[in-house]
């Protein structure tokens, strides 16, 4: 039974550190982006440090490949940067409006979901019932009840 319970704790900690997020940087370097493409997971967020005169701004993929600037009404970030935490997989094509002539674009790749769960009920393992913070911080409690 210990055993079990040891397990089971141990279980639910790799979940938890599985769900950290990371922070990307993205900056501006002259007339373009530095990395001009990333590839990032489900929550994670991009942060643009750019300089005063650069923005962002999400278009399509055909606008993207004509080197043009119309918005598909995606993300927007004004001039000097800021961030963004995207939840959908797929690719994200972005521009700086005022340089986009120049080629200052980019991608941001979204990948899906990189951790599952299966849920197995068995009445020898505790049931959880407590488990904070989330995401983790300095420390983690876990509540569990033993019958």
Do not use: R
Not at 7 to 15: E, F, N, P, R
Not at 28 to 50: A, E, K
Not at 57 to 65: G, N, P, R
Request: hydrophobic fraction near 40%.
């Amino acid at each position: 039974m210990k055993t079990k319970i040891i397990l089971s704790v141990a279980g639910l900690i790799a979940l938890t550190l599985q769900a950290f997020t990371t922070t990307y940087i993205i900056a501006s370097s002259g007339f373009s982006y530095s990395p001009s493409s990333i590839t990032i997971h489900q929550g994670d967020t991009v942060l643009f440090n750019l300089g005063s005169s650069h923005n962002v701004l999400e278009i399509s993929k055909d606008t993207w490949d004509a080197n043009g600037t119309a918005s598909n009404g995606g993300f927007s970030l004004g001039f000097g940067g800021g961030q963004l935490i995207l939840n959908t997989p797929g690719t994200f094509y972005f521009i700086c409006t005022p340089h986009a002539s120049f080629g200052m674009k980019g991608t941001i790749t979204v990948s899906g979901a990189s951790a599952t769960a299966n849920v197995v009920s068995d009445p020898d393992i505790p049931e959880l019932e407590t488990l904070y913070p989330n995401p983790l911080s300095d420390n983690l409690t876990i509540g569990f009840n033993v019958t």
